[in-house]
């Protein structure tokens, strides 16, 4: 459980125990998606994955900037 901390100390426990929460719940549910579960990093463990940046739009004249898909 999270508490307020009248000296904006952050209360690492009670940060960790949310995090643990959150990984329990997302190991424990299946959505509409499918596994739920999170690896460490909190990104879903299961799935594949594309990776986008921000470019200059060599395309389009109008849009300087595009996403692109890279290779991560």
């Given at each position: ?15 960790q ?9 997302a ?45 991560r």
């Open positions: 459980m999270t508490r307020h901390n009248v000296n904006n100390i952050t209360d690492i426990q009670g940060i125990d949310l995090r643990d929460a959150i990984m329990r719940s190991k424990s549910y299946l959505g509409v998606t499918g596994n739920t579960t999170l690896n460490n990093m909190g990104d879903r463990a299961k799935g594949e994955y594309d990776y986008w940046k921000v470019a200059t739009n060599m395309t389009n004249d109008k849009e300087p900037f595009g996403w692109i898909k890279t290779n």
